[in-house]
């Protein structure tokens, strides 16, 4: 069984996740609202492990998740919006909206699915920020579960949702009850209530 105990988030543990991530694994970590999957977004192998394990079919697309706007500069083509759109997004980061934007053309095609935008958040949670700050690029960011079922809260519903062979960030989740709002970057719409 990997799992991996990082409570005090010390560097020589948090590097047994990073290193799953650099291994094209699938690891589950904590977020604002609840537990996560997530992966390397630029990986098909791992992305495929991901699909596999919450039966989910590939054109729903991902979140991914940053710890900082710069590590979105090779998914998201800012050029397509004003001034005042990214304005308007980028006073919301970090924090905990996820944001529809127009992708760079040379994206992987299973980040945004069947959709014309991709879907990025950059997050003010320390788990995720010291993840993505050490992993030194965004990872994925879907619910821990099945697709379609209730996500898990904490290591034992993982385990038991998704069984035991995923390494686990054994961390508290955030303060939220909901997962993060998702607004459209073009036109502010609500996509999801957070």
Known sequence: MLYFTIKNMKFRNLMKIINALREEEVVAYPTESMFGLGCDPDSISAVNKLIYLKKR????????????????????????????????????????ITWLMPPKKDIPCWLIGNNSLIAVRVSNFFPIKKICNIFGKPIISTSANLSGEIPAKNIKE??????????????????????????????YKIIRKG
Not at 63 to 84: E, F, P, W
Not at 167 to 176: A, E, R, S, T, V
Request: hydrophobic share 35%.
């Open 158 to 187: 993982i385990k038991h949702k998704l069984g035991s062979k995923i390494i686990i960030l054994d961390h508290p989740i955030g303060k939220y009850s909901n997962p993060s709002e998702i607004r459209n970057g073009i036109n």
């Open 57 to 96: 079919k590939i054109n729903k697309g991902f979140i991914i998740v940053a710890a900082n706007i710069s590590q979105l500069n090779n998914y998201i083509d800012c050029t397509s919006l004003s001034k005042n759109n990214l304005n308007k997004i980028f006073c919301t980061w970090p924090g905990f």
